[in-house]
């Protein structure tokens, strides 16, 4: 008898161990594997999920189109001042943004906000159309972005983006951008603006950080203002390029300490490109990092 309880407690700590261990495997699954579940599993939402999709969407496209409308009757009347446009749009910035992030439920972090009270060239990782609201609503006043010359076919943002004289490139002419990026050069320096460009040029299908551009180099060698890096964490999560499956997540935003340029020369182009880069990488976390090849 008493040998047969001995088995069975044996048996009992075999299937114990057995169970722990695995257990245990599945709690330390590589970080890159759990990213990976958690960045797919929105292909498991429920009806109400999809329902909360909706209703945030529509409210936001409500919002937008109301102050849109009101801020474009102040342009209008701003037709003959294009600075004051320009302040406006981002009035209409701090607004719109700060409100359609809360709606969509995202709680945000924002680290190094001293940083971001003086003039330079603020240049940002992208991987949702939530970038934008973001940093509509976190540049100081005075700032203006650089778009591509699309984005006026955007429905409502892109027609105040225009009145609000914003500057826009053609991509696929390089003389035509270089002489906008002359423009905006001059621009900058009669009206003492600030600059917000994505580097990366387009946006992130999955949130990891692409290769830069070197429009943000070029414009800090003709400007000679500091490069202030502001790194985005987590909005890839919250609207991913290309869905409209919205999701309330917490965001990360991360200004860093200004890069000086007033030293910086056309031969090390590529050199700066890559230093900011790394920046990034080393701010970002793994799940955003670029995967070496």
Same mark, same amino acid.
């Given at each position: 008898m008493l040998m047969e309880n001995s088995k069975l407690d044996e048996k009992s700590r075999s299937s114990s161990e057995e169970l722990a261990s695995g257990s245990l495997d599945k709690v330390v699954r590589p970080r890159k594997a759990v990213e990976e579940y958690r960045d797919n599993d929105d292909d498991n939402d429920g009806l109400l999920s999809l329902l909360m999709y909706f209703v945030r969407i529509v409210t936001c496209f409500l919002v937008i189109l109301v102050t849109t409308l009101f801020w474009t009757f102040i342009m209008l009347l701003l037709l003959p001042w294009p600075y004051e446009r320009a302040r406006q749009g981002n009035y209409f910035g701090h607004f719109t943004g700060k409100l359609v992030v809360w709606i969509l439920g995202n709680t945000v972090k924002i680290e190094g906000q001293e940083y971001s009270e003086k003039r330079a060239i603020y240049i940002s990782n992208h991987a949702s159309i939530i970038d934008m609201f973001l940093t509509m609503w976190?540049? =100081?006043?005075?700032?203006?972005?650089?778009?591509?010359? $699309?984005?006026? /076919? *955007?429905?409502? &943002?892109?027609?105040?983006?225009? #009145?609000?004289?914003?500057? %826009? &490139?053609? %991509?696929?002419?390089?003389?035509?951008?270089?002489?906008?990026?002359?423009?905006?050069?001059?621009?900058?320096?009669?009206?003492?603006?600030?600059?917000?460009?994505?580097?990366? +040029?387009?946006?992130?299908?999955?949130?990891? #950080? #692409? =290769?830069?551009?070197? @429009?943000?180099?070029?414009?800090?060698?003709?400007?000679?203002?500091?490069?202030?890096?502001?790194?985005?964490? @987590?909005?890839?999560?919250? /609207?991913?390029? +290309? +869905?409209?499956?919205? %999701?309330?997540?917490?965001?990360?935003?991360? *200004?860093?300490?200004? &890069?000086?340029?007033?030293? /910086?020369? $056309?031969?090390?182009?590529?050199?700066?490109?890559?230093?900011?880069?790394?920046?990034?990488?080393?701010? #970002?976390?793994?799940?955003?990092?670029?995967i070496c090849s």
């Open positions: 976190l540049t =100081p006043t005075g700032t203006v972005s650089i778009a591509k010359k $699309e984005i006026i /076919w *955007y429905p409502l &943002i892109g027609q105040l983006y225009f #009145l609000a004289n914003h500057p %826009r &490139i053609d %991509r696929s002419n390089p003389q035509a951008a270089i002489k906008s990026m002359k423009e905006v050069t001059r621009a900058v320096h009669k009206n003492n603006l600030s600059l917000i460009i994505f580097p990366e +040029g387009t946006r992130s299908k999955n949130g990891r #950080l #692409l =290769p830069f551009k070197k @429009g943000f180099v070029h414009l800090a060698l003709q400007t000679r203002l500091p490069l202030v890096p502001i790194v985005l964490i @987590g909005t890839h999560k919250a /609207w991913r390029k +290309g +869905g409209l499956r919205v %999701r309330p997540v917490h965001i990360t935003v991360r *200004y860093l300490p200004p &890069i000086k340029t007033e030293d /910086w020369t $056309e031969d090390k182009i590529n050199e700066y490109v890559n230093m900011v880069h790394d920046i990034f990488v080393n701010n #970002l976390p793994e799940s955003q990092k670029p």
